[in-house]
Structures are given as C-alpha cells and as structure tokens.
C-alpha cells in the first residue's frame, strides 16, 4: 500500500525484520573487560521476523511478550524512530509516542519547552499547543515544575510529563509502551481513562504493557510476540490466555528442577462430586509431599492466573514427617468464573526460608459462568465470582424492579 492510499489512523506493517548489530565501537573498559571474559558476542542478531500488523483507525491493540522479545522495537519503527532492515510499513497520520519513560523528552529543556518542542515536531503550530498547554499541565499534575529543566524531575515526573504531551496534543495514533510501571496508582488509573477518551475519539492505540489488567481493560485485540516472532494476534482474552499459559507452563518446567528439603511429589486437584471444578461448588486438592527430615512448615497454596501473586492462598502450619506426607485440602465453593488458572505452592519455615520454593505447580479449568468483564479502562484485579441481587429503585409511586439472585444481569 502507499503512503498516500493508508486511512488515516491505520498502521500497515508488512513482512518486517529487524536485525541489531553489535556494536563496533571498542571504548577501553570494554576492551579490557573482553580480553578478560575471552569471548565475542555473535556481531548481529534478528530482534524482529516476519511480523505483520495491521491496525484500523481507531482499533485498540495490546502489544505483549516476554523481556527482549521485541515489543519496544516495533513500536519504535511504528514511531518512525528507528528503521526496519527490511518489510513495508505505512502509517497514516500523526503519531504521538510515549515509547519510553525518556524517551522524546528532553533533559536539558523544561517541561514548557519540551511541550511545545513535541508539539512542533507533531505539525502543529504554536497556537495549536497553547490551547491544550493548560490540560497538559493539571493532567499532569506537574505545577510549577513545568519551568524546571526536565533532568531534575523524577522518573515518575518525566512519565507524567511524556504521557500528557502524547495523549493530549491528538494524535491520529498513540503508541504507549510501559509508561504505567513508574506512575502511581492514582495516575495509572487516569491514564487509562484518558486513553481510553482518545480511543472513543476515534484515535488508534498500540499499548505495551506486561500488566495484563491493563491490557485487557484498553485492548480488544492484542499481538503477541515471543522472541521476534508473532505467536498470535486476536481478542484479547484469546490471545492473553494462550499467553498466560505458555509462561506458566514455562515457570512449571523451571520448577521442575527445583530442588529443596521439601518437595511436590504429585498434586491431584478434583471437584468432589463431580470430576471438574466448577464455579460456587466444592474443590479438593490432594498433594503428595516429600521431607528429608521432619519439619515444621507453613504450606501455601494459592491460586493465580498467570503471574506469581494469587488471586486467593490458603496458609496452614503443618508437621511433615521423613518421607512422603498426604495433605488433603477442601475449598467449600470455589470463588472463580470459567477459565485456565494454575495452583502455586510453597513450604516456609519461619526464619528460615523457603522448604519448598513458591512455584506453579499444576493447571486447574474451572467450568461455570464465564467471568463479568467490566466497563472499558476499568481494571479487574483478578477474577472472582460474585452472585448479586439488583433492584433498580425509582422514584415513589414508581414500582420496583428487581432481578433474582443470580440473575441475568449479574452474570456477563
Ligand atoms: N539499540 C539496540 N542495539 C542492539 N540491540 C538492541 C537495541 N535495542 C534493542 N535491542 C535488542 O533487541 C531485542 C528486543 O528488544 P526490545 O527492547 O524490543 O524488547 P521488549 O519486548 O520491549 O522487552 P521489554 O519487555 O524488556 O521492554 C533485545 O534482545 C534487545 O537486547
Ligand atoms: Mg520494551
């Protein structure tokens, strides 16, 4: 496609390789810490293969993907930043980028002046800058630090100052690449909003981020990229659950060749009465422990989807003898919507450390409803199941309305 044919608003990238080469340049340091270490670096390595994206004007697209896996890089050539060493990419319209925390932010220049710097660099007059001059400021709560040099503001500062020019000074597409990480909890939360207003607007966002809450709150569509390489590229639930597992089936294979005092010999995990756990029904877990000695631990066990913090843990001390030990664990109603989650566990002696390191330990689908998704840039910390009665009160006279316990509306 050329240039001149791309909608305004969409990213045609085609068939993009992107190859880094190591760098030449030798300063002393290096060279006498290589003459230490006695090794070369491969001179060049393929940081980007085949990758194809195609966003529509105004789509939301979630980038995901391990550290190094490329996310950065695409944007950047999205950006216009850095060049592809080989592919066809259109964008059409203006880009506004927050790529990294400094990134297109200039130290030596106050936040005024980069402001306006970014703004003329966006094509847009100075008059134009001025009347969103005043919004970029109060959103970014920056006072009177907007006539500071921009070297003497903290990360999460220059993150707020980066974000406001980006998202207020309309651009066709905005790309934002794990801005929220340094910003606190307050600001995170209006930074979605406000993409998500840009988003309503009619604005293309690209966002990068490994908070999956984040990206399932802003994205209908996500691409993930492993190693250079699309792994898959659609709706966000899809996509974030085929990524979730992959890391947890990762993280349970490194776990794997863990070894300790205490160890996971086999983890059986059924709904009592019938074989698949089920939402608001009981689950019984039976894990087969093994002990060089007898100890006294704190067995924990947790249920997550995805990272390392569950979404709920059960804690008990318990005395394991020398040898293997059969714990059996009940839950009365399991609190979690349809979906793949993994159950962690961990032995912990007081004082003394992990027995058994916390790690990822067996897969467990639950059957049932499938989970309320709220409103758009609203962040679901993790999923659980609630059942709710409504009653939609009006004014007196009116009669009430009211659905049952459970009923449709609280249930998505
Ligand atoms: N300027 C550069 N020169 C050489 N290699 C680079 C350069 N920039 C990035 N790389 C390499 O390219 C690969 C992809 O980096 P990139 O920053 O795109 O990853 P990422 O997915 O954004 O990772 P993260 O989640 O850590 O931000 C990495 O192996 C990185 O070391
Ligand atoms: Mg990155």
């Given at each position: 496609m050329s240039p001149d044919r791309i909608a305004t608003g969409a990213v045609a990238a085609g068939q993009i390789w992107k190859r880094y080469r190591a760098d030449s340049s030798r300063p002393p340091l290096r060279q006498a810490i290589s003459r230490l270490v006695?090794?070369?670096?491969?001179?060049?390595?393929?940081?980007?293969?085949?990758?194809?994206?195609?966003?529509?004007?105004?789509?939301?697209?979630?980038?995901?993907?391990?550290?190094?896996?490329?996310?950065?890089?695409?944007?950047?050539?999205?950006?216009?930043?850095?060049?592809?060493?080989?592919?066809?990419?259109?964008?059409?319209?203006?880009?506004g980028a927050l790529l990294e925390v400094r990134a297109g932010i200039h130290p030596e220049l106050s936040g005024r002046e980069n402001t306006y710097f970014y703004g003329t660099v966006l094509g847009l007059s100075r008059r134009q800058v001025a009347s969103k001059f005043?919004?970029?400021?109060?959103?970014?709560?920056?006072?009177?630090?907007?006539?500071?040099?921009?070297?003497?503001?903290?990360?999460?500062?220059?993150?707020?100052?980066?974000?406001?020019?980006?998202?207020?000074?309309?651009p066709d597409i905005l790309l934002v690449d794990e801005a929220l990480?340094?910003?606190?909890?307050?600001?995170?939360?209006?930074?979605?909003?406000?993409?998500?207003?840009?988003?309503?607007?009619?604005?293309?966002?690209?966002?990068?981020?490994?908070?999956?809450?984040?990206?399932?709150?802003?994205?209908?569509r996500t691409l993930w990229l492993d190693d250079g390489v699309v792994c898959g590229d659609g709706p966000t639930p899809e996509v974030l659950t085929a990524y979730r597992v992959g890391l947890e089936e990762k993280a349970a294979l490194l776990a794997k060749m863990l070894q300790g005092p205490v160890r996971l010999r086999d983890l059986?995990?059924?709904?009592?009465?019938?074989?698949?756990?089920?939402?608001?029904?009981?689950?019984?877990?039976?894990?087969?422990?093994?002990?060089?000695?007898?100890?006294?631990?704190?067995?924990?066990?947790?249920?997550?989807?995805?990272?390392?913090?569950?979404i709920f843990a059960l804690t008990r001390d318990i005395q394991l003898q020398r040898g293997s030990n059969d714990v059996r664990v009940t839950v009365d109603n399991v609190p979690l919507p349809r979906g793949r989650y993994y159950v962690w566990t961990g032995a912990f002696a007081p004082g003394l450390g992990a027995k058994m390191p916390w790690?990822?330990?067996?897969?467990?689908?639950?059957?049932?409803?499938?989970?309320?998704?709220?409103?758009?840039?609203?962040?679901?910390?993790?999923?659980?199941?609630?059942?709710a009665g409504w009653e939609v009160v009006r004014a007196p006279g009116h009669v009430h309305d009211s659905l049952p316990l459970g009923g449709p509306a609280s249930r998505a």
């Open positions: 006695r090794r070369r670096g491969p001179q060049s390595r393929w940081v980007l293969r085949d990758v194809n994206l195609h966003v529509e004007p105004g789509e939301s697209v979630g980038l995901v993907g391990l550290n190094g896996s490329g996310k950065s890089t695409l944007l950047k050539i999205v950006a216009g930043v850095t060049f592809p060493t080989a592919g066809r990419l259109d964008v059409g319209g203006r880009v005043d919004e970029i400021v109060a959103f970014g709560e920056l006072g009177d630090a907007i006539d500071r040099q921009v070297k003497y503001y903290s990360s999460g500062m220059q993150m707020r100052l980066g974000f406001s020019i980006s998202a207020f000074l309309e990480a340094v910003g606190d909890v307050g600001f995170q939360q209006r930074c979605l909003e406000r993409m998500q207003t840009v988003v309503n607007q009619g604005t293309t966002l690209i966002f990068v981020s490994h908070d999956m809450a984040a990206v399932e709150s802003m994205c209908e059986v995990i059924t709904g009592r009465g019938s074989p698949s756990p089920t939402t608001g029904e009981p689950l019984e877990l039976r894990l087969a422990l093994e002990a060089d000695g007898p100890v006294s631990v704190e067995l924990c066990i947790g249920v997550s989807e995805g990272p390392a913090n569950p790690h990822p330990s067996a897969p467990l689908d639950i059957a049932g409803p499938v989970r309320q998704a709220p409103p758009r840039g609203v962040m679901l910390l993790s999923p659980v199941h609630v059942t």
